[in-house]
C-alpha cells in the first residue's frame, strides 16, 4: 500500500472511529473507559464475548460510556500494547478460541478491537480464569460467566 493510499485509510479509520464515538453505545458497539483504572484482561474478554454473542461489533477501550475519549493505558511493558498479545489473551482465555482483530493504539489513544458474530453460542461456568463457548442448542435462556454475572441471551 502506498504511503498516499495509507494516508487515505487512516483518515477513513479516523472518521468511522469518531462516527461510532459520535452515535454513542449499541448492541454492536461498546466503550470501555479506563479514565479511574485499567481494564482487567478479563473484563476485556468478557465484552468480547458479549459482541461475539450479539452481532458482532466493536470494542473500543479508551472511551467512557458518555463517549469521552479518556484514552486506552498501556497493556504491557515498555509503556505499550502489543495488538498481537491481545488477540492471543482473547483466544486463549475463550473455548473454542473467539477470533479478534485488535488494532495498534488508534491515535495512541485508543484500543480498537473488532469482534465478528459468532453463529448460536452461548457462555458457559468452566472455571474462573477460562470461559467456554458452547454450542447455544435454545433449550437454555441464560449462562453463567466467571465472577457470577449472568447474560441473558
Known sequence: MSLRHQGHFVRYLADWIARLIEDGETYEVEFKGE?????NDRDLVEAVVCLAN??????????????VVSGARARHEAGGTDPL???????????????????????????????????????????LTRWTVAPFTG???ESVVPGGKTWIR
Open 35 to 39: 479514565r479511574r483504572e485499567r481494564l
Open 54 to 67: 450479539g452481532n458482532g461489533g466493536v470494542l473500543l477501550v479508551g472511551v467512557e460510556d458518555d463517549g
Open 139 to 141: 433449550l437454555a435462556s
Open 85 to 127: 498479545r491481545v488477540q492471543a489473551l482473547i483466544a486463549n482465555m475463550t473455548q473454542p478460541p473467539l477470533s479478534a482483530v485488535v488494532g495498534p493504539m488508534f491515535g495512541g489513544r485508543l484500543l480498537v478491537t473488532v469482534v465478528r458474530h459468532v453463529s448460536r453460542i452461548m457462555l458457559t461456568r468452566c472455571s
